[in-house]
């Protein structure tokens, strides 16, 4: 996993250089920036290699195309600011409805999960998770445009012809580099989740007898 995020960090670094913004609650010298990058890395990861999640893209390395589009998505919603992770200060939610990396729209609502707009500040893994399923839903709705329209019901709320902001996101993600290891690979090379432990069964037979006071 540790190349992957390597590989996802780079990407990051590429699309928007840490360290650069001048927004009070944003800036970060490049090394707290690139320490916070393998942070929001790690966890866009952990969602798009859970064998529990579909990936978007099929193929050998679907997954890893997953994550670039999630790490892609939020290139755009959020250029990965400090204040926005975070959540840090009035311009951390855009219009005033938008949450974490990937400005999922909940207001002072929920999201489809149950997630609160603290709870997809506070847990990048929940901001992915509910980006992932809105990802999904946009593809499934628009599975009859081309591919790099199939985002713009999460962009625009429906789906269009041309749209010049699925058309980014999802052409950013497809460009990037190919990462170093297959889906197969990095999956493998995952720790396997501890088994529960056996529920214990009640005893059999009659219930012993015990020492009632009958004085």
Known sequence: MDSII????????AWAPPGLSLIK?????????RARY???????????????QKPVFGGPRGRAETLALLLS???Y???????????LGKLARGEGVDSCLLQVRVGAGKTR????HDDLVKDREKCFRAGLSLIRKSFGACRKQALLDRLSAYTRGRCIEDDKLSRARIGRALRAKRAPMTDEAVLASMPKPEPKPEPIA?????????????S
């Open 6 to 13: 390597a590989w996802a960090v780079s990407l990051m670094v």
């Open 25 to 33: 609650d944003a800036i970060e010298t490049p090394e707290e920036g």
């Open 38 to 52: 393998h942070e929001i890395a790690r966890a866009a990861a952990q969602v798009a290699y859970d064998p529990e």
């Open 73 to 75: 998505i939020a290139s």
């Open 77 to 87: 919603e959020s250029g990965y600011r400090r204040d926005v992770d975070l959540g």
């Open 113 to 116: 999960e149950g997630w609160s």
């Open 202 to 214: 009640p005893p059999s037979g009659p219930p012993a007898a015990g020492n009632g006071n009958d």
